[in-house]
């Protein structure tokens, strides 16, 4: 059994719960500064969520959108490899704990987890989510204060997730976070913004790793230079955020979704499958065929169009999407 919708659900009903009596004007302007932090330059000596009020902001802002993006990564890396399931799990940088969240529902049986954050406000307020979800292994998790970046690695573990952190630390700090995960770790998960820096940092980090030694399982399907040419495009995906009626209020938006753009890189010391071919933008679907600009095993970049003529594979591209392998599972 998948957790993923249940743990979903549940971080939807934590949410709202402890959020429920956050002043509208109050929460409007912590999100207003976080969002300026989250664009702009942070400084790194001291944590961005100063208080509750913050870290409450943060919680019903960012909480969702980075849980469907770590989601997302998670299913590229149980893809390539789905018969390794990691016992331990460290989330480094985790704040209020969503990428906990995402692992929390991404293996039948969640690994033990440790969160390490510089902010104590983040960690109370991701100690009482978890407590609240009513899931065994998130109220299990250990919730622990660390600066990020210092030049001390993480415990040895299985897995570690690394979302939305690198932009906070300076270059030094990040280099030094990268490679302690990847000397502790079996499997490294880094997410960034999908924006044109966020995609600087995730290659400078895939660069990092293979020189440690781990092996791209996502969502490259090789371990060599990326093909695009940094500065004319960059590699991005796309997860759909659904909106609670908190997640609108907040944010001030009426849609009852949203799109979250990232970009990011799995790497691993065990064996993993890497696709053939990664869908890297929107498949363009056409009367008779599909477009699909692909990421290629050997081939670098491509498109690949597929029409009505290559039957059941015409039927599979137009039920793919952005970010799936191709082609498909048992295609090949």
């Known amino acids: 059994m998948n957790a993923t919708l249940p743990t979903a659900e549940a971080l939807r009903s934590a949410l709202a719960e402890l959020l429920d009596g956050l002043p509208p004007a109050q929460a ?48 590229a890396l149980r893809a390539a490899a789905p018969d390794w399931v990691p016992a331990t ?8 704990g969503a990428a906990t969240w995402a692992v929390a529902g991404a293996w039948e049986q969640g690994p033990r987890t440790t969160v390490l954050d510089w902010a104590e406000p983040a960690l109370a307020l991701g100690r009482e989510l978890a407590d609240a979800s009513g899931i065994p292994t998130l109220r299990a998790a250990s919730w622990q204060r660390a600066r990020i970046g210092d030049s001390q690695e993480p415990a040895p573990t299985d897995l570690v997730t690394v979302s939305y952190v690198l932009k906070e630390l300076t ?23 999908g924006t044109p820096d966020g995609y600087a940092r995730v290659i400078e980090a895939r660069d990092r790793l293979i020189a440690a030694g781990m092996t791209v399982a996502a969502p490259c399907p ?14 991005h995906f796309s997860a759909r955020v659904s909106r609670s009626s908190l997640h609108r209020r907040v944010k001030g938006g009426s849609l009852s979704h949203e799109d979250e753009k990232f970009s990011y890189v799995v790497a691993t010391r065990f064996p993993a499958g890497p696709v ?11 009367k008779g065929q599909v477009l699909l600009e692909l990421c290629t095993r050997d081939e670098g970049l491509r498109r690949a169009t597929v029409t009505k003529r290559h039957g059941e594979l015409y039927r599979a591209a137009r039920d793919t999407a952005w970010g799936d392998a191709w082609p498909p599972p048992g295609d090949g």
């Open 28 to 75: 409007a302007q912590a999100v207003d500064r976080l969002i300026a932090s989250y664009r702009g330059t942070t400084p790194t000596d001291a944590p961005v969520l100063r208080d509750r009020s913050d870290v409450a902001a943060y919680a019903a802002y960012r909480m969702p959108a980075t849980f469907e993006a770590v989601r997302a990564c998670l299913a």
């Open 89 to 96: 799990h460290t989330d480094v940088g985790g704040g209020t």
């Open 171 to 193: 270059p030094g700090d990040r280099t030094a976070l990268v490679d302690s995960c990847a000397a502790s770790a079996q499997a490294v998960v880094i997410v960034e913004p």
């Open 222 to 235: 090789h371990s060599g230079s990326c093909p695009i040419e940094q500065g004319t495009d960059w590699c």
């Open 276 to 286: 053939e071919a990664r869908v890297v933008r929107r498949p363009q679907i056409r």
